[in-house]
Antibody, heavy 116, light 107 residues
């Protein structure tokens, strides 16, 4: 079955950087577009970024554009999110998800806390 | 923008729940989706393309609507249905937008 496992969440100071990973299994990773979606504590869901199945196209929410970079390594079946210039409002659980048009499969999430 | 109503819905097990999702502009029915999120869990896909149930979703869940008005209906509430529900749309920007959620709580 499809399994997505995020890692890399941590506490970081404002202005800092962090890289999240999402390990995928149970499907042919190189055939699917992938996303990052986040949820601030007690708040709703916010789409963050998308990468096409071949890495040839990437899209970002306005709130992270220019600060976050999504990438993938199909040889490792792993999705990444490089986050820089972090702000307190980036504090959230970050989920990786598979799908196009909607999010069919979700990981359990990893917590990023941005605080001084 | 997607606006969900009500913000909180208080009902009893066995009752019928009707959740609304209103879009500020017309949405392709192919790209209106509903998710369920239980406390401490990741969201789960319920309904895609307005009215198609995802794998393993009971038939008490149904979706309907078009253009700017969409509805998720739960015909007879079970204890495990009390959760937060989100609608979501996709357009060709590409852009994915969620509603703010409806909390379904036990009365």
């Amino acid at each position: 079955q499809v399994r997505l496992v995020e890692s890399g969440g941590n506490m970081v100071q404002p202005g800092g950087s962090l890289r999240l990973s999402c390990s995928a299994s149970g499907f042919t990773f190189s055939n699917y577009g992938m996303h990052w979606v986040r949820q601030a504590p007690g708040k709703g869901l916010e789409w963050v970024a998308f990468i096409r199945y071949d890495g040839g196209s990437k899209s970002y929410a306005d709130s992270v554009n220019g600060r976050f970079t999504i990438s993938r390594d199909s040889s490792k079946n792993t999705l990444y999110l490089q986050m820089s210039s972090l702000k307190t409002e980036d504090t959230a659980v970050y989920y990786c998800a598979r799908g196009y048009g909607y999010f069919q499969h979700w990981g359990l999430g990893t917590l990023v806390s941005v605080s001084s | 923008v997607l606006t969900q109503s009500p913000g909180t819905l208080s009902l009893s097990p066995g009752e019928r729940a009707t959740l609304s999702c209103r879009a500020s502009e017309s949405v392709s029915s192919s790209y209106l989706t509903w998710y369920q999120q239980r406390p401490g869990q990741a969201p789960r896909l319920l309904i895609y393309s307005t009215s198609s149930r995802a794998t393993g979703i009971p038939d008490r869940f149904s979706g309907s609507g078009s253009e700017t008005e969409f509805t998720l209906t739960i015909s007879r509430l079970e204890p495990e249905d009390f959760a937060v529900y989100y609608c979501q749309q996709y357009d060709s920007s590409p852009l994915y937008t969620f509603g703010q959620g409806t909390k379904l709580e036990i009365k």
